[in-house]
T-cell receptor, first 112, second 116 residues
Framework: QKEVEQNSGPLSVPEGAIASLNCTYS??????FFWYRQYSGKSPELIMS????GDKEDGRFTAQLNKASQYVSLLIRDSQPSDSATYLC????????????FGTGTRLKVLA | DTEVTQTPKHLVMGMTNKKSLKCEQH?????MYWYKQKAKKPPELMFV???????INESVPSRFSPECPNSSLLNLHLHALQPEDSALYLC???????????????FGPGTRLTVT
């Protein structure tokens, strides 16, 4: 079983819709969760971090964490064509190993 | 400021060349990372330095040699690379990993390496 799993997509949504990206993880001691956006040919850009169960909102982005079910999701409201990118979920324990475990990423396409 | 800088942006090298990639951060982060990323794949961890000491080596071939001269700088020395080593090389940094604390990791823009 992969440590961090994401649907590779592509996930296609029309402009203005809500895009929902999901990520599951296998290590129950995972404590820190991150979403990165990566445009083709560019480096990953941190867009959200979440550490506690529940929702965390930042502008059009909402991260949701459910530790009991071991999943984390990212909602993008009012999706724009500029949101088209690959979204990487990353998970980290606080055991001091410094390892951020990445999922394979979900490719999002926002259709104008 | 959450900036990590990397030079060069692009590098083309032959299999007999020796080159170095450079990374710098001024966020006071004490952990610095090298990742390799191939197209349509997630970043793959290569090395981690913590407080300027090598903390993790993910069984990387010896033709890749990391160096951390000080807390702000990270180098990756390249020698006798193979064409399959062509990839995007990413540097990242984060704060020190104290148990129970949460730390965000920030990436530099990367170096696109082509080995001919």
């Amino acid at each position: 079983q992969k440590e961090v799993e994401q649907n590779s997509g592509p996930l296609s949504v029309p402009e203005g819709a809500i895009a929902s990206l999901n990520c599951t993880y296998s290590d129950r001691v995972s404590q820190s969760f991150f979403w990165y956006r990566q445009y083709s040919g560019k480096s990953p850009e941190l867009i959200m971090s979440i550490y506690s169960n529940g929702d965390k909102e930042d502008g059009r982005f909402t991260a949701q964490l459910n530790k009991a079910s071991q999943y984390v999701s990212l909602l993008i409201r009012d999706s724009q064509p500029s949101d088209s990118a690959t979204y990487l979920c990353a998970v980290k324990t606080t055991s001091g190993t410094y390892k951020y475990i990445f999922g394979t990423g979900t490719r999002l396409k926002v259709l104008a | 400021d959450t900036e990590v800088t990397q030079t060069p942006k692009h590098l083309v090298m032959g299999m007999t060349n020796k080159k170095s990639l450079k990374c710098e951060q001024h966020m006071g982060h004490r952990a610095m990372y090298w990742y390799k990323q191939k197209a349509k794949k997630p970043p793959e961890l290569m090395f981690v330095y913590s407080y300027e000491k090598l903390s993790i080596n993910e069984s990387v071939p010896s033709r890749f040699s990391p160096e951390c001269p000080n807390s702000s700088l990270l180098n990756l020395h390249l020698h006798a690379l193979q064409p399959e080593d062509s990839a995007l090389y990413l540097c990242a940094s984060s704060q020190e990993g104290v148990a129970g604390h949460h730390y965000e990791q920030y990436f530099g823009p990367g170096t696109r390496l082509t080995v001919t």
